[in-house]
């Protein structure tokens, strides 16, 4: 089960184009196009008559062809043509989804559409800042559960050993990880000491020698990450001193789409507080995070092979407390949610009284 009233990201609004774009989130298959005047638009992927995707069809400025009979529909969801006929069957529709475009991403919310806010998405500081510079990569697709994937975002820890070549560094087993829950996720973080920066920030820093690093991991709900990674030259590190004048900052965003239960679609990009609008700098980024995410892909499909196959559940380690209240959040919020709709089904059913049956 998933959480379907909040945003979730249905691609990047550079891959939809002149043609239908298929996609599939929480199990359901929709279909993206574009008006004439570029508004995005995302439709239920199935013509209510034989079923045949709409992506399968063709835009007709703003509305959408069936490519197996003429039937059209508009952005609403509804046929608004039926070829040799001027008769619109009732049941020729199809759901429309609230869809709405920031940061260069397609954001679709899954629940009730009266409760789409485009306020209550995910905020990025420092988008519009001329200050920072900005890498994207392409969306990964991973065959692993959601779950897995913010697992290993509320774990600092992984990068000592799966991350040896780029983000990782001593492993620091000792350094207390700080846990914190609050309405819209979890987070965990820690500063590190003194301690030799991990590989792929050494071209980027202003300084030389050790450094106190923070790292800092937020999942907010439903699947949103957020982690921050600071350095500083040693001994100038901490929450309550300010940033060092070549303290380096990057806020990596990862946003995961459920696919279905064993399918995630990962769509990321960084911000960092220096070399704005340098390409090759972007470049270098890029390049280097799409490498580490390649390394997390391997480790986090394999867990999900082996958890598939497990005959006993996997133990819990003491660095399991983000990931673990993270779920248990997730399955409280899946379950109100649940209970909210079954109890608007029930109010909405029609009480059927004995005298109406013969």
Known sequence: MFLRNTWYIAAWDRELGTTPRAVQVLGERIVLY????????????????RKLPLSLGRIQGDHLECGYHGLTFDCSGACVKVPGTDRIAPGAKVRAYPLH??????????????????????????????????????????????????????DPSHVSWVHQSSFGNAACEDTPLETSVAANGVT???????????????????????????????????????????????????????????????????????????????????????????????????????????????????VQIGIDRAKVPPIGLKIDLGPTRFRRAMAQLIAEEHSQAQAQARSRAIPIHPETVS
């Open 34 to 49: 574009r008006k004439a005047d570029g508004t995005a638009v995302a439709l239920e992927d199935a013509c209510p008559h």
């Open 188 to 302: 965990v973080s820690r500063w590190m000491r003194d301690v030799e920066p991990a590989p792929f920030y050494v071209p980027f820093l202003k300084f030389k020698g050790n450094c106190d690093r923070k790292q800092q991991y937020e999942v907010r709900f439903p699947s949103h990450a957020y982690i921050k990674a600071i350095f500083v030259p040693a001994g100038t590190g901490g929450d309550d001193k300010p940033l060092h004048p070549d303290g380096f900052i990057m806020d990596s965003y990862n946003f995961m789409t459920p696919v279905d239960e064993s399918h995630t679609r990962y769509y990321w990009f960084q911000m960092r507080n220096f070399a704005p609008g340098d390409a090759e700098v972007s470049r270098q980024f890029t390049e280097s995070v799409r490498a580490a995410f390649a390394e997390d892909k391997v480790i986090l499909e394999a």
């Open 101 to 154: 475009e920031r940061y260069g991403l397609l954001w679709i919310w899954m629940g009730e559409p009266e409760r789409a806010d485009p306020a209550t998405i995910h905020q990025i500081p420092h988008w519009d800042d001329p200050a920072w510079g900005c890498n994207q990569g392409e969306a990964i697709d991973m065959a692993c559960n959601y779950l897995h994937i913010t697992d290993n975002l509320l």
